[in-house]
Nanobody
């Protein structure tokens, strides 16, 4: 069982930055691929980024490439999402997710979400 707790969301002006954190419980964090999803009001949840267990392989959805960076610190059981050059369309609830060993876009565990609001 893995519990995920996100933090770092908030209100920011367009062009600003935020860093989301996701703290994971358990002693097997390094065995999980980690990812971020987001859900805007009235829209379906969408994939944002993923990182493999060692941190040397990342994948991003096209709309955030060059602006967002996913990283992890296995010693701290934490995954991060650095978000730069934020746009109003990035407004959403952001969810952290974990999948055992290999990422196949079907997470085993989800966090509760953190709200990100970007004002124009």
């Amino acid at each position: 069982q893995v519990q995920l707790v996100e933090s770092g969301g908030g209100l920011v002006q367009a062009g600003g930055s935020l860093r989301l954190s996701c703290a994971a419980s358990g002693r097997t964090f390094s065995s999980y691929a980690m990812g971020w999803f987001r859900q805007a009001p009235g829209k379906e949840r969408e994939f944002v980024a993923t990182i493999n267990w060692s941190g040397d392989n990342t994948v991003y959805t096209d709309s955030v490439k060059g602006r967002f960076t996913i990283s992890r610190d296995n010693a701290k059981n934490t995954v991060y999402l650095q978000m730069n050059s934020l746009k109003p369309e990035d407004t959403a609830v952001y969810y952290c997710a974990a999948q055992w060993e290999h990422w196949t876009y079907s997470p085993d565990y989800w966090g509760q979400g953190t709200q990100v609001t970007v004002s124009s």
